[in-house]
């Protein structure tokens, strides 16, 4: 799987939007982008999940440039509720050798209020 | 739709014992992945079984095993435990192979004395 890199941590206010970027530069062609969020104790839980260009779904869009080479969680107007750890993950899911998650060190969101 | 379940919650057991834990995935699902998460090393695959079948297997010595039923509920069990074996265990249920979109229960918190 390609590795991933994104910052550790990151504060936001309440109400404002946050991009976490994550960078990918060895990403292959059957990849797919795709972001956990994560709480304490908790399991991870799916957010969004693209390939090329823009995907929106309720909770967050994913911005992947033309070469693929990093993508961007934007989360609109974050609560404290959002302060979590959010994970980057990169490879290709229908690979038959490839399809356990290696999940990065993550990005740990605080916000603040 | 009741999520991934995994029992028990919470466990503590000795140096040299044998623990197994369960997981029953969302209904329909077949695929099913175990993860250990700890502190010092994140998130890190175990295994993955897809119709009872142990589709990939992550770097963890054989002391480390698992299963699938029919049913797809899935086990898995850790023989001579030790120290470093505390940790949450996370498992995770998708629709098919691959990982398109995982579901992951609450973990059981595993903690080796």
């Known amino acids: 799987l390609a590795k991933t890199t994104q910052p550790i941590s990151m504060d936001s206010y309440e109400g404002q939007e946050v991009n976490i970027t994550c960078s990918h530069n060895n990403i292959a062609t059957n990849d797919y982008i795709t972001w956990y969020q994560q709480f304490p104790s908790q399991g991870p839980r799916f957010i969004i999940q693209?390939?090329?260009t823009k995907v929106t779904n309720e909770v967050a869009s994913l911005f992947i440039p033309a070469d693929r080479k990093s993508s961007t969680l934007s989360l609109p107007r974050v609560s404290l509720s959002d302060t979590a750890v959010y994970y980057c993950?990169?490879?290709?899911?229908?690979?038959?050798?490839?399809?356990?998650?290696?999940f990065g060190s993550g990005t740990q969101l605080t916000v603040l209020p | 739709k009741a999520g991934v379940t995994q029992t028990p919650r919470y466990l503590i057991k000795t140096r040299g014992q044998q623990v197994t834990l369960s997981c029953s995935p969302i209904s329909g699902h077949r695929s099913v992945s175990w993860y250990q998460q700890t502190p010092g090393q994140g998130l890190q695959f175990l295994f993955e079984y897809f119709s009872e079948t142990q589709r990939n297997k992550g770097n963890f010595p054989g002391r480390f095993s698992g299963r699938q039923f029919s049913n797809s509920r899935s086990e898995m069990n850790v023989s001579t435990l030790e120290l470093g074996d505390s940790a949450l265990y996370l498992c995770?249920?998708?629709?098919?192979?691959?990982?398109?979109?995982?579901?992951f229960g609450p973990g059981t918190r595993l903690t080796v004395t």
């Open positions: 995770a249920s998708s629709l098919g192979q691959g990982y398109h979109e995982q579901y």
């Open positions: 693209g390939y090329k």
């Open positions: 993950l990169v490879g290709d899911p229908d690979s038959g050798s490839a399809r356990q998650l290696t």
